[in-house]
């Protein structure tokens, strides 16, 4: 599956964007789709995953509560709605695909758990 993301801009502290990651190929039922940041100087952090079958829908602390995770299975695409931005979100957003058969919860927040990613999209978040 190939993952194209889109969404990205500058916003002002306490804005909101919506992000998109649209796949083409078949997404499976037991794949997660999750979003991952990375901020300059700094390493690949999870932001959020949803099991594609189940919506079930996991969050990095520092994004709970002021991001929300959904899917569109007619239309293929994950978006991620982030509100309340702050200068800490500021990064190169990824959505990613782990095409695994099941993924534990426990793993569901490693990058090297997914095996397909999108090109990126810049936020940026001004003070």
């Known amino acids: 599956v190939q993952l194209q993301a889109s969404g990205g801009g500058l916003v002002q502290a306490g804005g909101s964007l919506r992000l998109s990651c649209a796949a083409s190929?078949?997404?499976?039922?037991?794949?997660?789709m999750g979003w991952f940041r990375q901020a300059p100087g700094k390493e690949r952090q999870f932001v959020a995953a949803?099991?594609?079958?189940?919506?079930?829908?996991y969050y990095a602390d520092s994004v709970k509560g002021r991001f929300t995770i959904s899917r569109d299975n007619a239309k293929n695409t994950v978006y991620l709605q982030m509100d309340s931005l702050n200068v800490e979100d500021t990064a190169v957003y990824y959505c990613?695909?782990?095409?695994?058969?099941?993924?534990?919860?426990?793993?569901?927040?490693?990058?090297?758990?997914?095996?397909?990613w999108g090109q990126g999209t810049l936020v940026t978040v001004s003070s």
């Open positions: 949803i099991r594609w079958r189940a919506n079930s829908k």
């Open positions: 990613a695909a782990n095409r695994g058969d099941y993924t534990a919860n426990s793993a569901i927040r490693y990058a090297n758990e997914y095996d397909s």
């Open positions: 190929g078949v997404i499976y039922s037991s794949y997660v």
